[in-house]
C-alpha cells in the first residue's frame, strides 16, 4: 500500500458535495470570526481550530470536552451541524483508523493491532488568503511533539475545501525514501518550493479537486507555498493518534491528553 511504503495516499471525491458543504460553511463562518477579532495570517497564521480560535472561552472547553465524545459533540453543535460532526468522528475516523492500526502493525511487526484505540487529536481548517505568502516549511507533524510523545502513530488527511493547484498554496509531499526506515530522510530541505523541483526529486505538489482527501503519516516530510490566486484557499484537517497522547509530569507521570482525544469509536 502506498500509506505503508511512502507515508502518503490520495483519495479523490472523499467528501460528497453536501459533506463538502457543510466544512465550507463552517470554515467561512469561523475565518468571519477571527476577521472580527484580527488579521488571519498574523493573528492566526492562518490555522483556524474550531474550538481554538476564540470563537468559543477558554472555560467552556473543558477536559470533558477535550476527551468525551459526547460533550465534545455537544459543543460543537453550537457551531455546525452535527452530521458534520459525525462525519469528522465517523467517516474520517473510520479511514484514519483502518491506516494507524495497519500501520503500527508493519512498524511493530506484531501483525494486525486490537489494542490501541483511535482518538481525533486536533482538526483545524488552514486558510490562505488571497495574494498572501503565507507559507509552510518543509515539516514533519510528529516532530511537533515532544519526544517522549512520538511512539504514537499519528494520521493527519488533509482535505481541500477549494481546487488546490501550484497556484494557490497547495501541499507539496516528499515521499518516504525507504520503506523499511519510514521518516528518516538523509537530506534536509531548508526551503519551499517556488516551482518543480529538479529533475529526478520524490518531491512533488498535490493538485487536488475539492472534496479530495490526502492521508499523510504523521512522519511524512511536506510544506506548501503561497497564495498567489485572487480568491481564498482553504483545507480541513483533522488529524487522530493510535492511543491518547498524554502529557507527562516532572515525576513522568502521565498527566492530561497534550490536546483532544475524542474516541473515534463510541463508548
Excluded at 6 to 13: A, D, K, R
Excluded at 180 to 206: C, V
Amino acid at each position: 500500500m502506498l500509506f505503508r511504503t511512502h507515508g502518503y495516499l490520495v483519495v479523490p471525491g472523499f467528501l460528497t458535495a453536501h459533506e463538502l458543504a457543510m466544512y465550507r460553511a463552517e470554515s467561512e463562518m469561523l475565518v468571519n470570526h477571527c476577521y472580527e477579532q484580527g488579521d488571519l495570517v498574523a493573528n492566526w497564521g492562518c490555522v483556524v481550530e474550531p474550538l481554538g480560535c476564540g470563537y468559543f472561552s477558554d472555560s467552556e472547553i473543558t477536559a470533558g470536552v477535550r476527551t468525551d465524545r459526547t460533550q465534545y459533540a455537544g459543543l460543537r453543535a453550537q457551531v455546525s451541524p452535527r452530521e458534520l460532526i459525525q462525519c469528522t468522528l465517523d467517516k474520517f475516523g473510520y479511514c484514519a483508523q483502518q491506516l494507524l492500526h495497519s500501520q503500527h502493525a508493519v512498524d511493530s511487526d506484531t501483525g494486525p493491532s486490537s489494542s490501541g484505540g483511535v482518538f481525533l487529536l486536533n482538526e483545524q481548517y488552514i486558510v490562505k488568503p488571497p495574494h498572501t505568502q503565507a507559507e509552510f516549511a518543509w515539516h514533519q507533524d510528529i516532530l511537533y511533539f515532544k519526544p517522549e510523545e512520538r511512539s504514537h502513530t499519528v494520521v493527519s488527511i488533509w482535505t481541500p475545501i477549494d481546487d488546490v493547484s501550484l497556484d494557490n498554496g497547495t501541499v507539496w509531499v516528499d515521499p518516504f525514501p525507504d520503506p523499511d526506515r519510514p521518516g528518516k530522510y538523509m537530506h534536509a530541505r531548508n526551503e519551499t518550493p517556488s516551482s518543480q523541483l529538479i529533475k529526478g526529486d520524490p518531491a512533488f505538489a498535490t493538485e487536488l479537486t475539492a472534496g479530495s482527501a490526502l492521508f499523510m503519516d504523521g512522519r511524512l516530510r511536506h510544506c506548501s507555498t503561497g497564495n498567489n490566486t485572487s480568491r481564498f484557499r482553504s483545507a480541513y484537517m483533522p488529524q487522530f493518534s493510535l492511543g491518547r497522547i498524554e502529557k507527562s509530569s516532572s515525576t513522568g507521570e502521565s498527566t492530561a491528553c497534550t490536546a483532544f482525544a475524542i474516541p473515534v469509536t463510541k463508548q
